[in-house]
């Protein structure tokens, strides 16, 4: 089984498949369309991957992050997700971002996914909240979901408002002080965030 690679881009297709070289063997992986944007030709690159091994075929899916890959393995362990689908949503939603629409049962957002509709949807959120690992993912969204630090979760949601990324917020709220005063929390995250894009 192969569980990583190791080496150049030598191609990368219109689609979602990309081929690396590894040791003078050249290596299809599929990825999605973001982690396709991320490699370019010629570069050096370190993917993890899940190798997908059916009766008639196998499949390595890339991935840049270990927590994508993490999170498209719980996705294909859950009834009814293939890898064409848990590929769709990843492609859709970041794994922090997945963790939010679980976490907060968005059913709407989950629907954006291309070929899930609402009754999948209602199910797909039913199945991963016992599924996924919500500390290993993101911490902060499992720490407000148990009930915990309210005050990071009102301060990621006006972060969110102010059209920062899910990733940009994760990190920065794993670094500020903490402590119940929101609006403190808020202008270290923002200074966090700020020093981060400049």
């Known amino acids: 089984m192969i569980g990583s690679l190791r080496g150049?881009?030598?191609e990368r297709g219109v689609d979602t498949e990309v081929l690396i070289e590894v040791g003078g063997v050249g290596y299809?992986?599929?990825v999605t369309p973001r982690t396709l944007a991320e490699l370019e030709p010629s570069a050096n690159v370190f993917v993890y991957v899940h190798h997908h091994i059916r009766e008639?075929?196998?499949?390595?899916?890339?991935?840049?992050?270990?927590?994508d890959r993490a999170t498209f393995q719980v996705l294909i362990a859950t009834h009814g997700v293939g890898?064409?689908?848990?590929?769709?949503?990843?492609?859709?939603?970041?794994?922090?971002?997945?963790?939010?629409?679980?976490?907060?049962?968005?059913?709407?957002?989950?629907?954006?996914?291309p070929g899930v509709g609402k009754k999948t949807a209602e199910r797909l959120l039913i199945e991963l909240k016992n599924r996924l690992n919500l500390p290993m993912l993101d911490p902060i969204a499992a720490g407000v979901?148990?009930?915990?630090n309210a005050v990071l979760g009102d301060v990621r949601e006006a972060l969110y408002g102010l059209g920062y990324a899910p990733e940009e917020v994760r990190d920065a709220l794993r670094d500020v002080s903490g402590g119940d005063d929101a609006s403190r929390v808020l202008r270290e995250a923002l200074q966090l965030l700020g020093a981060r894009r400049a």
């Open 56 to 67: 008639d075929t196998q499949t390595l899916f890339g991935f840049l992050r270990r927590e």
């Open 145 to 148: 979901a148990a009930g915990g």
């Open 28 to 30: 299809l992986i599929t």
């Open 83 to 113: 890898p064409a689908l848990a590929m769709a949503i990843l492609a859709t939603h970041t794994p922090a971002a997945l963790v939010d629409i679980v976490t907060s049962a968005d059913n709407a957002s989950l629907c954006l996914v």
């Open 8 to 10: 150049v881009v030598l």
